[in-house]
């Protein structure tokens, strides 16, 4: 929480200085006085909203902890109007309710923390593939590249998200899409992207891997799954998936091509044997 907290009233903190200084210098300066900085260990966007927030609001852990309220409702809002396409209004209430009362979600609108900024993507994510299952269009799918890209500048768990660009057309049956160039090289730009950033302040990719607990032997916590909303909910879910996927109900592929990537991808990232991680899967 200090980390994440002090790195967002860091970069407030520069954007109020006037006239702006050499921002390396100034930083390390800052460093000095505030040690828990730690821009660099995570991307920037999550502490730059932050500073964002606070050139409005004056910097406290309770004006922190409001940011963070009115992230996890915007995506409970948007995981309604998603909900919508599959169910009535009362239904489509209850599940966002189910949500926001759902024990990851509860846990990261309480830590000053980056991962309800992860959930909100997660949703937007199902969206916009679900969208691209509809119409399959280029537009769709660069759209749902650079989500997955803002989530990478959020956490590098973000990576977990990548697959399902491919895994949403497999399982839509729309393979030809797969030799598409703009699908190739939106990917390649993507990575070039997110790896870039981390290059950038640690030139080694070992050291990178190691922050991730990247490899091929990591003990797997495919139990987190069942701690996001409960293991009846998650049953639920499955059940869901098996009535509307043969149906080739878009939002139903969607959700199955982002909870696919996520448990992927887990069995290759250390990080993910956290629970609150798993945030992005809870849509």
Excluded at 138 to 155: Q, S
Excluded at 241 to 248: D, E, G, K, S, V
Excluded at 251 to 260: N, R, W, Y
């Amino acid at each position: 929480e200090a980390a994440h907290f002090m790195t967002g009233l860091m970069l407030r903190d520069f954007l109020v200085q006037w006239p702006l200084h050499h921002p390396i210098s100034w930083a390390e300066q800052y460093y000095l006085h505030y040690p828990k900085v730690a821009l660099g260990h995570w991307p920037p966007l999550f502490h730059g909203i932050e500073a964002i927030w606070w050139l409005f609001v004056p910097p406290s852990r309770p004006s922190a902890m409001l940011l963070l309220g009115l992230i996890g409702l915007t995506a409970a809002a948007a995981f309604y109007h998603l909900a919508r396409e599959l169910a009535h209004r009362v239904v489509a209430f209850l599940a966002a309710c189910l949500l926001v009362v759902s024990p990851v979600f509860q846990d990261s609108v309480s830590l000053v923390m980056a991962d309800i900024l992860t959930l909100l993507v997660g949703v937007l994510l199902v969206g916009t593939l679900g969208q691209f299952c509809r119409q399959r269009t280029r537009a769709a799918f660069l759209a749902a590249g650079a989500l997955c890209l803002a989530c990478l500048m959020i956490k590098g768990t973000g990576v977990c998200l990548i697959p399902a660009l491919f895994l949403a057309p497999l399982i839509l049956g729309y393979a030809t899409v797969l030799r598409r160039r703009y699908l190739w090289a939106s990917v390649v730009l993507l990575a070039a992207a997110g790896l870039g950033w981390y290059l950038m302040f640690n030139p080694s990719l070992a050291t990178i891997g190691k922050w991730a607990g990247a490899g091929l032997g990591n003990q797997h916590n495919i139990g987190s799954v069942g701690q996001l909303a409960g293991y009846g909910a998650v049953a639920l879910a499955v059940a869901g998936f098996f009535l509307t996927l043969p149906q080739r109900q878009p939002m139903a592929i969607a959700s199955a091509a982002v909870l696919f990537s996520i448990v992927g991808s887990s069995f290759f990232l250390g990080a993910m044997n956290e629970p609150r991680h798993w945030i992005m899967a809870l849509p």
